[in-house]
């Protein structure tokens, strides 16, 4: 009897979890500017600055700034503003074309929102620093 | 038996059409640099440069490079190379926040290709200039 209430209570949190997160996608055209490289025993290591805009598939648009470094692996310290002025904090980790990233809240609709979002580099050009990225995004935002 | 023979070769024809026509949507991140700008009787034209990356629907992604005026409206004249080193052409004009496009043939799987698109801004920042465009296109 006891474990077959753990056992509803685990599935209850589950089905409630996956209830009140919402999945969506979105797109980012993003502009990169190195701001300074030093060389590292294991490579370069950049400082980055990023900033561009956003769509997604719920109808939502703005523009996202960030800033960063890129070794092996990059991360990056972002804030996205939508169209009504509202932010939402995130930080992303890639390597390769593969990243994923997290939500820390924001301000407006995107207080206390957590999620977190897969993505990847659909296009890129070295020459002038300009991605293309999609993302697969789920949150908590109602 | 005349008008069936009519008929049969009007359906054909429409059949034909469909089945060559394809259906393709592409997205763009572009970047927009001012070059200048010259006052004329209609009002101010900004020269611009337009450089970025693009994925389509068919799996084929690359780089576009454009030079443009925008005035009352935005026209433009595009190269892209894609990962197969395969140029295309394209020239359109945007007014407001959509626009129609043509290309206009290319190289490699390109050559003589042309298709008609329909495009959007789905989201632009005048602050850093850059611009998020779906394209919806129809090749002949």
Not at chain 2, 18 to 43: C, H, I, Q, R
Not at chain 2, 46 to 68: E, F, P
Request: proline content about 1%.
């Amino acid at each position: 009897m006891k474990k077959l209430l753990i056992f509803i209570t685990i599935f209850s949190l589950f089905t409630i979890s996956v209830a009140f997160s919402e999945e969506y996608t979105a797109t980012n055209a993003l502009s990169y500017t190195i701001t300074k490289s030093v060389d590292t025993a294991d490579g370069p290591f950049m400082g980055l600055s990023v900033e561009g805009v956003w769509s997604d598939s719920r109808g939502n648009s703005g523009t996202i700034h960030c800033v960063g470094t890129r070794a092996k692996t990059l991360v990056a310290y972002c804030n996205s503003v939508d169209q009504d002025g509202d932010i939402q904090y995130n930080t992303a980790t890639r390597v390769g074309t593969e990243g994923k990233g997290i939500f820390n809240g924001g301000t407006g609709k995107y207080e206390n929102v957590t999620g977190g979002c897969s993505y990847q580099v659909a296009a890129f050009d070295k020459n002038t620093l300009i991605g293309l990225i999609t993302l697969q995004c789920s949150d908590s935002l109602n | 038996m005349k008008n069936i023979i009519i008929l049969l070769t009007i359906i054909l024809m429409f059949t034909c059409k469909l089945v060559l026509a394809e259906d393709f949507s592409l997205t763009f991140a572009n970047k927009y640099s001012m070059n200048g700008s010259v006052e004329t009787p209609l009002g101010i034209l900004k020269a611009l440069t337009i450089k970025g990356v693009y994925t389509d629907s068919r799996g084929h992604k690359g780089v576009i490079n454009c030079i443009a005026t925008s005035g009352k409206n935005l026209d433009f004249v595009c190269d892209a190379k894609d990962e197969d080193g395969d140029m295309n052409y394209s020239s359109g004009r945007r007014v407001g926040n959509g626009g129609e496009a043509i290309f206009t043939g290319g190289t490699g799987k390109y050559a003589n290709i042309t298709s008609k698109c329909e495009y959007q801004i789905a989201s632009f920042s005048k602050d850093i200039l850059v611009g998020l465009i779906t394209m919806q296109c129809s090749t002949n």
